[in-house]
């Protein structure tokens, strides 16, 4: 049994109920918000009052690497203890993305409001995905001290 194993049960099975429902509820957010971006690119401009691009694959592929982190949140949903690193990158990149967009704000390139998406989106997910990575990260320490 390596120590991965021996940190829990592996599965969700034995942690606390709110994981798998906010790691779901993030993962469903994500593949919305994903999709909204490859192919409704264009309205997602007009609602942030810019002016659209000729080249939108720059977009695209955010929208991509937005859907993957939702497949990704599924896959932590159903395996936390095993899939934690997913979730740290997961973390790092909700706490990276409204740092870039104040960065835009105060250029004067996004209206402020967006910060409410920014919330929405990102931020109230840091301190449960915290959580959980660090109770994660906890148990297989643990672990690897019992196996040593």
Not at 26 to 54: D, W
Not at 65 to 91: D, Q, T
Not at 107 to 120: A, E, M, N, Q, S
Request: glycine residues 10%.
């Amino acid at each position: 049994m390596n120590s991965i194993e021996a940190a829990g049960s592996g599965s969700s099975k034995g942690f606390p109920g709110w994981w798998r429902v906010v790691l779901a509820i993030a993962a469903v957010y994500n593949l919305i918000a994903g999709f909204a971006m490859i192919v409704f690119y264009h309205e997602g401009f007009r609602g942030l009052g810019l002016e659209k691009t000729a080249f939108n694959l720059p977009i695209q592929l955010v929208g991509m690497c937005v859907a993957l982190f939702g497949v990704g949140y599924w896959i932590v949903s159903r395996n936390p203890v095993e899939n934690r690193n997913v979730l740290l990158l997961g973390m790092l990149s909700k706490a990276i993305g409204p740092l870039l967009a104040v960065r835009y704000i105060l250029r004067g390139d996004l209206p402020v409001w967006i910060l409410i998406v920014f919330f929405f989106a990102d931020l109230i997910y840091l301190v449960p995905f915290w959580l959980i990575y660090s109770r994660c990260r906890s148990l297989v320490t643990q672990a690897r001290s019992r196996t040593a």
